[in-house]
């Protein structure tokens, strides 16, 4: 949904936001800041109002957020039409290389996606860093657990464990629901909370979507999945990872392990339309509403920063 504002207050937005001139190549948009200025009509390098069209896809953990901060935009900018979608970080990531989309939005580096052959089109993708995601294993609120240690974790999604009550839980089979090999949500929790990767298991469901997935887990007992805390709500059991609680204030501390940077690439520098979009999604109005509003976690607040790698250090 496109929200347009009235020519009256089209008539009072009576100063503009000069943006800033493209920053050196391979630099992301968490160190690109677009200041802290809101979502107001913005002009081109020429002075005329900024115009054109952005698509971006890929990863559903990250979806809710551009689609919200792109109504904004959208609003403040008439000439500018943004289309988000989702597919998971691969299929971002694949897009964006071959040039399909404008932005390729994944929660992991895209160096971890696009290895081997496709290794050189990673090399020409610029980062922007938007935000950190956090993510949670969550079940069916009647199986009857808090929380999971890793070694059960790995136990459920190898299938070693196959009922809540070995677990502690009610006597349930276990249902698991999967995110595809594409996705970047399932990277992060293979990497971080389970540190493997695991097989697509015999019964279980497969999902593209996280809000599919959550619907699912929240309607199918002895359901487990995993989900981006922007999608967490009551029709799910959100679990504790080795007693850890996934809270914003354990992942900026580092205490909860399992999150990841939130990235929109671009291939090569983005045109002016596309960079003043997402300069808006490193503004204060982004960072501190949008960003903290849907669950995410502004990249500034961090006290701990990780690689491509996955090694974390303390800031």
């Known amino acids: ?15 503009v936001v000069a943006l800033s001139a493209c920053g050196n190549g391979g630099n992301n948009a968490a160190t690109n800041n677009g200041g802290n200025a809101a979502a107001t009509n913005t002009q081109n390098s020429s002075g005329a109002e900024l115009s054109g069209s952005i698509l971006a896809s890929g990863s559903t953990a990250l979806q809710p ?37 404008d932005i390729g939005n994944s929660d992991v580096f895209a160096e971890e996606k696009l290895k081997d052959a496709d290794a050189e089109k990673a090399a020409a993708l610029v980062d922007h860093q938007v935000a950190v995601v956090a993510i949670a294993a969550v079940s069916n ?10 070694q059960q974790l790995v136990d459920i999604f190898t299938g070693k464990i196959k009922n809540w009550s070995e677990v ?5 089979a276990i249902q698991i629901i999967n995110r595809p090999a594409s996705s970047g949500t399932r990277a992060t929790f293979e990497s971080f909370a389970l540190g493997t990767k695991t097989d697509d298991l015999p019964g279980s ?37 080795d007693g850890v609680e996934p809270s914003v204030d354990n992942v900026i501390s580092g205490k909860y392990p399992v999150w990841a ?40 607040q961090m006290q701990v920063s990780r690689d491509v790698a996955g090694t974390v250090t303390t800031k």
């Open 168 to 172: 502690g839980g009610a006597d349930q």
């Open 141 to 150: 609120p009647d199986a009857g657990v808090d929380t999971l240690t890793k």
């Open 65 to 101: 957020l551009v689609e919200q901060a792109a109504e904004k935009f959208m609003d403040a900018n008439a000439g500018v039409d943004i289309q988000v979608q989702g597919g998971g970080s691969g299929t971002g990531l694949t897009q964006v290389a071959e040039k399909q989309v």
């Open 261 to 300: 940077y939130e990235h929109m690439y671009t291939n090569g520098e983005p045109n002016e339309t596309v960079k003043a979009f997402l300069d808006f999604m490193m503004t204060d109005e982004v960072q501190t509403g949008d960003v903290v509003e849907l669950g995410y976690i502004p990249a500034s």
């Open 205 to 241: 469901i497969q999902e593209d979507s996280s809000g599919t997935v959550k619907k699912i887990i929240g309607e199918t007992p002895g359901a487990i999945g995993y989900l981006a805390l922007s999608y967490l709500d009551d029709s799910v059991k959100t679990l504790s990872y």
């Open 1 to 15: 949904m496109q929200f347009r504002k009235s020519w009256i207050m089209a008539l009072a937005l009576t100063s």
